[in-house]
């Protein structure tokens, strides 16, 4: 990953960095995120680069990869093709005029999460409150306490 300060533009200050994998990643992009936070969010001019392995880019094609960054709850494309390419193994994207930094990735469409759509279970046991003699024991226990608080009332003694 790497960032440089175009000629004229404000000092974005001090940046961190952090390259995560996705939690659930769709098929479109791929399989790293960078959240990257400047000290100085307006007035700067980058070049960013980010840097994938083959890993991470898995089937996609790399030709069709374009930097998006996530702003307002929502991945927006920024820029169109990058410039690619590759260095001791390891792949990289760059992109100039980048104005704001928040989490970017890579990706060949918008990217998406995996969205769970349903999660069922079961059991091959008996529920130990469902089978017949559980529920005969409970049933005894609650008219043997009854008749026992029952009896001890004041005035039945």
């Not at 990735?105 to 469902?130: F, I, K």
Request: net charge positive; with cysteine; charged share 10%.
């Amino acid at each position: 990953m790497g960032l440089r300060r175009e000629a004229g533009f404000a000092d974005p200050g001090n940046i961190t960095v952090v390259k995560n994998g996705w939690q659930t990643q769709g098929i479109e992009s791929i399989g790293a995120t960078w959240a990257i936070t400047p000290t100085t969010s307006t007035g700067f001019s980058l070049t960013l680069q980010l840097c994938f392995t083959p890993v991470e880019l898995g089937s996609l094609n790399e030709a069709d990869l374009r930097f998006w960054r996530y702003s307002g709850g929502a991945w927006m494309p920024v820029g169109g093709a990058p410039t690619l390419s590759t260095s001791n193994g390891i792949r990289s994207a760059t992109l100039t005029g980048v104005t704001a930094l928040s989490a970017w990735t890579l990706a060949t469409a918008s990217p998406t999460a995996v969205t769970l759509r349903g999660l069922s279970a079961h059991s091959d046991a008996l529920h130990p409150v469902t089978s017949p003699a559980s529920a005969l024991v409970i049933a005894l226990l609650v008219v043997s306490l009854i008749g026992l608080f029952w009896t001890r009332r004041p005035g039945r003694g």
